[in-house]
């Protein structure tokens, strides 16, 4: 594996500690082995990629959807996957995923989608769930339509109600699964725009999945690479020192592409 | 101020007219927080600073807790202080208030003279859907009779299996208890005559004329009729349908011809099942309760029930199963593109079924009156 590194490594204890973990499905089907990398509080890291080579698994493996095969997944210095029920409740509260399709619940209104999280592990009234959920929307530019369906919104103002719902909590960890694909070029930065604002008001560790050469040259701070056919990470650090220093064909044939994409009027 | 930022706390100092709040600890919005009412303490300040100083950790709690002073403030006509807070949380509270001022809910309340208009043009608007599917439907089955090497063969035996072959349990269950419950009941009134063998001509008429039939559509309604409402409301949502249409292909000739048609074969072979399972349910009552053997029970039955009877069910039959695929079918191609719109496409599959079959079974009892048969 390749390592580019911008800064010092942080002594602090790391947000997200993976350490040997291996991912797979049932069937001994084994689609990432051996992967360990750290993400610091505060950080945007993405978990960049061609198709099919894991992103999405390694994203379900850490937030305990799927169980890793080896290794542990650490939140804050505690394993997450071996915890009781009530322990992982707890550690649940402090996490907000953004899932590729949104995953809105159909039956309820946006701001009935943002607020249920709040009722769930709040102890807030009616009206100020009603008063914070609303704020949320806002916050992502979706103010005057806290009571349509999510049937009745366009797919990138999904997205959008998505991540206000994951951002209901105030979590310290924010997980993207591909927040961009389909998207127009214009949704799409303004969802990167909102990123950056999310850490910039909670110092939020953003995880986010994605193959998207614009967002991830433009607002990832670094990137681990994963690779279908070494079922593994194969470089690892910000994007712009990968893109320029990297001797790996598989990094450069994926990042150069991103650069010639940026330069582009 | 309290003394280790750990839980959310608050004091307030008092100093005439003006309320200072002194906030401390960290503020989460999953844990407990200092209510203003409680700090306020009935007083009624003309001026509000609060500082936030002693704050740790802080998230949209604190936002919360500030809103609901500076709204206080706002009510009652006091100045709220909050120059000395960081610009971060300003800018928040700021975005708090506007969203708080330009949410407006959106009101989807209508008009009695409105829902009434609205109701009658969906009763109008669903009869013409009905109606417009059942003439697709035709012709479909009639492309099938011209064309019957362009059928998808393999699907319907799929489905002949599925709705078939598949059901044999639930419906050898069913019948069997309905035959028991019908010998059972007709023993009740029937043993005050001394008419005890007489069950076994009850069990038999009912099986073969009604009971066989009705029970069968009833099962196949809830269980094939709700799968077929969901597996095309789902491909429906998928977009798996538009993909058909686009490529040319009639989404009835695709799926809903396979499916009928294998529900429409298979129906009568069910019932007719169930009518000998509800006749041995009735026949085993009537060994074990009123010790009719089996013989007697299968002799006395044969003076009453003939063919016509047999055939009469079969017809039924043959009807309940094109509305049970039909009333499957039409829900699922018109459930609403959402995880919602596929609970309801089942429920409504199961509930027009059952409602056209007793309509249909209605009918038949007053054709076949008529007719004598």
Known sequence: METAAASAQPTEVPTIAVEGVACGYDGGLVVLKDLTFRVTRGEIFFIIGGSGCGKSTLLRNLIGIHQPLAGTVKFNGEPFQYHDPAARREMLK?????????????????????????????????????????????????????????????????????????????????????????????????????????????????????HELASIFSIADRVIMLDKASKGIIAEGPPRLLARESRDARVTEFLHRGDRLEAAP | MCAAPIAACASVEAAGDELTVALGGDWRITGPRPAWEELRAGREPQRVTVRVGGVGKWDSSLLLFLFEVQQWCRMAGAYFDGEALPEKLRTMLG????????????????????????????????????????????????????????????????????????????????????????????ALVLRQYGGDIYVADLVGVAMAREMGALMTAIVLAGRTGAAYAAHLGNMKANEEIDALSTLGISPVDFLVAPRLLALTLMMPLLSLYACCVGIVGGMAVAWSVLDILPVAFWVEMLTIVDLSDVLSGLVKAVTFGVIVGLAGCLRGLQADRSAAGVGQAATSAVVTAILFIIVADAVYAVVFDILGI
């Open chain 1, 94 to 210: 402090t996490f907000g995923v953004l899932y590729q399709s949104a995953a809105l619940w159909s039956s309820l209104t946006l701001r009935q989608n943002v607020a249920l999280p709040l009722e769930e592990y709040t102890a807030l009234n009616h009206r100020e769930i009603e008063e914070l959920a609303t704020l949320k929307l806002a916050q992502v530019g979706l103010t005057g339509f806290e009571d349509y369906y999510p049937a009745e919104i366009s797919g990138g103002m999904k997205k959008r109600a998505g991540l206000a719902r994951a951002l209901a909590l105030d979590p310290a960890i924010v997980f993207l699964d591909e927040p961009s694909a389909g998207l127009d070029p214009i949704t799409s930065r303004k969802l990167d725009e909102l990123v950056l604002q999310i850490r910039e008001m909670f110092n939020t560790t953003l995880v986010v999945v994605s």
């Open chain 2, 95 to 186: 975005q708090l208030a506007r969203s708080h001022e330009t949410s407006v809910p959106f009101d989807r309340s209508q008009s009695f003279m409105e829902t009434v208009g609205t109701a009658t043009l969906q009763i109008w608007q669903k009869g013409r859907e009905i109606a417009y599917f059942v003439g697709e439907c035709t012709l479909s089955l009639v492309k099938l009779a011209r064309q019957p090497h362009k059928f998808r063969w393999r699907d319907c035996l799929h489905e002949m299996q599925q709705c078939g072959a598949m059901a044999l349990p639930i419906v050898s269950l069913i019948s069997f208890l309905v035959g028991m419950t019908l010998a059972y009941t007709g």
